[in-house]
């Protein structure tokens, strides 16, 4: 086979050169990264000799180093994943790390250097998934057809999200699909170039300019994506537990729980629990924690976004949306695009059919608004299947 460049593909030949794109925030974790590239790391982990080079996993060195290669690298993303502490048997975050004013999955680099003397089962060298260049350009038709035109950048940007995406589910093969949280969402959906052209049929269609329409756009993301934070997670889930287990005794359907970790495997889930209390979603939250399921996109009114319940809420899963949108196209664009993101990379759903809260405990008539974005994504063959979980 012949690449787009015009040089031969030596795949069956395996990989004349690897490049190593190293995810590292600070000296200490670029050192031991060196080390461990020297010491053989990347020949254990890929099977292959070949020489390496190291480059940071930044758009900006990708596009001047890796883009416009002729050969046909082996491209492996490498991180240093920092662990906390074994508490009964279970590595996770308590408010003794806040105490001490650190995060043990983020130490800074004075903590590093000593958790690399006296802990050194506290850091994992990882790998993500590797891919050839080649691949990433087969993975990536226009953004490569761009690159071939002369614009790098959003290659660059793909091949950087690849990266992360890969880390991300090497992480979860150590520390669990609870910990499953999303990246560069933003990023990735005003890369899309089918986003980008429906903006620009918006655009014209009110008579705007298409810059406006696009900041507007970019805007309205920012106010929809939920910010993940492994660490709010641990904490907000450690400090609300007291609350609902001393009140209620919790029964969980274990075997169902285990069908739905299985459907959950090839389709995204949609959790649709009635709504009597606030708890509500801290109860279901710690059940699904505690059996190792992704934390679930919990979809709010916006206006709960006061702080600082709001800041707290975005970082634990949260997203704010808007009561009523109306006639607003742009965010109605960009509500239905980020619908269709979550489902697609099967993040799960969760959200108050009723519309609100029960006093009485009866069911309250459903509203439907929010399914019409899960119809549309299957009716345009965004995915496959979504199942719908009554709670």
Not at 17 to 31: I, K, W, Y
Not at 138 to 158: D, K, M, V, W, Y
Not at 223 to 232: I, N, P
Request: hydrophobic residues 40%; proline residues 7%; contains cysteine.
């Amino acid at each position: 086979m012949i690449d787009h460049a015009g040089v031969p593909d030596t795949t069956d030949a395996g990989p004349r050169s690897v490049v190593a794109l190293v995810d590292a925030s600070s000296g200490v974790e670029r050192e031991l990264i060196g080390t461990w590239v020297a010491e053989g790391g990347v020949a254990r982990e890929c099977g292959t000799g070949a020489p390496v080079t190291q480059l940071d996993l930044d758009a900006q060195a990708v596009a001047a180093r890796l883009v416009g290669r002729r050969d046909d690298p082996l491209v492996v993303p490498v991180r240093v994943l920092w662990l906390p502490p074994e508490r009964d048997g279970v590595r996770r975050m308590s408010f003794a790390d806040l105490a001490l004013l650190t995060n043990p999955r983020k130490p800074n680099r004075l903590v590093q250097r000593r958790l690399v003397r006296k802990a050194p089962d506290r850091h994992v060298i990882l790998t993500g998934q590797p891919a050839r260049l080649s691949e990433l350009r087969a993975n990536n038709p226009e953004a490569a057809a761009l690159h071939a035109a002369g614009t790098s950048e959003p290659f660059a940007r793909a091949i950087v999200r690849a990266a992360v995406v890969a880390l991300e589910r090497a992480e979860r093969s150590i520390i669990g699909n609870r910990y499953k949280v999303p990246r560069l969402v933003a990023e990735e959906i005003l890369d899309s170039p089918d986003f980008l052209r429906r903006l620009e049929l918006i655009a014209d269609r009110i008579g705007a300019d298409p810059q406006e329409v696009y900041r507007r756009a970019e805007k309205a993301l920012h106010e929809l994506v939920a910010a993940q934070s492994r660490f709010v997670s641990d904490l907000f889930t450690q400090a609300m537990r007291p609350v609902h287990a001393s009140t209620w005794k919790v029964d969980t359907d274990s075997s169902g729980l285990a069908q739905l970790r299985a459907l959950n495997r090839r389709y995204p889930l949609v959790f649709l629990p009635s709504h009597r209390s606030y708890v509500d979603a801290f109860v279901l939250g710690d059940v699904l924690a505690r059996n190792d399921f992704p934390p679930n996109h919990v979809i709010g009114g916006a206006n709960l976004r006061f702080w600082p319940i709001g800041p707290i809420a975005r970082r634990t899963g949260t997203v704010f949306i808007r009561r009523s949108f109306g006639d607003d196209e742009v965010y109605k664009a960009v509500v239905e695009e980020y619908f269709a993101y979550l489902l697609t990379k099967r993040f799960n759903m969760e959200w108050y059919f009723e519309g609100g809260r029960t006093r009485t405990g009866k069911l309250r008539p459903p509203r439907y608004g929010l399914l019409n974005y899960l119809a549309s994504a299957v009716r345009t063959d965004r995915i496959e299947d979504v199942m719908l979980v009554p709670v």
